[in-house]
């Protein structure tokens, strides 16, 4: 494969501007490559993220062509248009230098979400047995694949309204831990997951369901959460939280 | 404001629209199986006055949107005007009010 690509790159921070690079086309190439060469040979003050490249560490998300996508796993031929490409950091979070976005908000809101497992036993006792084909076990199958990388979070319009916002990642893992039977930290989780911030300000937008590289529907884990929490709507917990 | 009184306005406001979609849709048909064939304010008043049934199903109508406007204007002007707390929560609560108040008002004025 020969030829260029013409690749806008987001350079400073939140007041920067796009700066274009021509790169060389090569086959199989991802946005990622594209990426590393402008770093290694053409520019070598370019600030970006990466770590195992194959789609599993969650750290090499960028904004491609306006759609929040992991650039490891994304080959240029799908996203290029008119032998463009157009790179930008996340949305919905601070811009550190280029295309680094600073993730504090989107791991700090995971912290709020209770998305911590809160152990019932000690190392005195079995092992719990959790039935694989339970419907709390397959509830859990179907979000615990996340691997943290911030595309469902840069692509939710709520987190844009609401700076509050938990985010589709942290409730998802939220709705994981509700469905593990080992797990002790429940009320508080399901407090910590309702109201303005939770569960309740999610507009169905599916967003998040659609960006997700991993397939996995947030959307779905939080219609989950929402109808875990009617129990607190119905009875007296939660009043003094 | 307490999780569980959000979680309770969420659950609220989601009933009520449960309401409203049947509510609608009465009230559509209705209408038009009423106008085939033409109609005047004098025949809509004779089939409305001393109706007790259309006036509970009317006043229901009225109560479900005045609530489910409420709650949703509360949500519009948070995330869109950036507009919470007390002022927010007393300026959608008197929408809801008047809201109310005019449309119960409105069935009283056909039904009794």
Redesign the interface.
């Known amino acids: 494969m020969t030829g260029a690509l013409r690749v806008r790159v987001w350079r400073g921070g939140e007041d920067g501007h796009f700066e274009a690079f021509d790169v060389p086309r090569r086959e199989s190439q991802t946005v990622l490559d594209v990426v590393t060469y402008i770093q290694r040979t053409l520019d070598p003050s370019l600030a970006y993220r990466f770590a195992c490249r194959v789609g599993m560490c969650g750290s090499c998300a960028m904004t491609v062509n306006g759609k929040p996508r992991w650039t490891c796993r994304t080959h240029v031929d799908r996203v290029a248009e008119g032998g463009e490409v157009e790179i930008a950091p996340l949305r919905n979070l601070p811009v550190v230098r280029d295309l680094v976005a600073d993730m504090r908000e989107f791991f700090d809101k995971w912290a709020r979400a209770k998305g911590q497992f809160a152990p019932t036993r000690t190392r005195a006792d079995d092992f719990a047995v959790v039935k694989p084909d339970s419907r709390e076990r397959r509830e859990a199958d179907a979000g615990i694949e996340c691997i943290g990388c911030g595309v469902c979070y840069s692509a939710c319009d709520?987190v844009a309204?609401?700076r509050d916002y938990l985010g589709p990642a942290a409730l998802n893992r939220a709705w994981t831990l509700v469905n593990d039977s080992r797990d002790a930290g429940q009320a508080e989780r399901l407090?910590a997951v309702?109201?303005?911030a939770g569960c309740?300000?999610c507009r169905t937008h599916m967003s998040c369901t659609e960006h997700c590289p991993k397939q996995i529907s947030p959307t779905r884990s939080i219609a989950g959460l929402?109808r875990a929490?009617?129990r607190?709507?119905l009875s007296?917990?939660?009043?003094?939280? | 404001m307490s999780v569980r009184h959000e979680v309770r306005l969420w659950v609220a406001q989601r009933a009520t629209a449960a309401v409203l979609a049947f509510c609608v849709v009465v009230h559509l048909a209705t209408i038009i199986y009423a106008v085939r064939g033409g109609l005047t304010a004098a025949e809509i008043l004779e089939r409305t006055r001393g109706n007790a049934g259309l006036a509970l199903f009317y006043a229901v109508f009225v109560l479900a949107a005045a609530i489910h406007a409420g709650i949703g204007l509360r949500n519009v002007a948070a995330e869109w005007l950036g507009w919470r707390g007390r002022s927010a929560r007393f300026a959608v609560m008197f929408l809801s009010l008047l809201l109310a108040m005019l449309g119960l008002r409105a069935v009283w004025a056909v039904c009794a």
């Open positions: 709520v309204w609401n407090a309702s109201g303005d309740h300000s929402k929490t009617m607190i709507a007296g917990e939660g009043d003094e939280r």
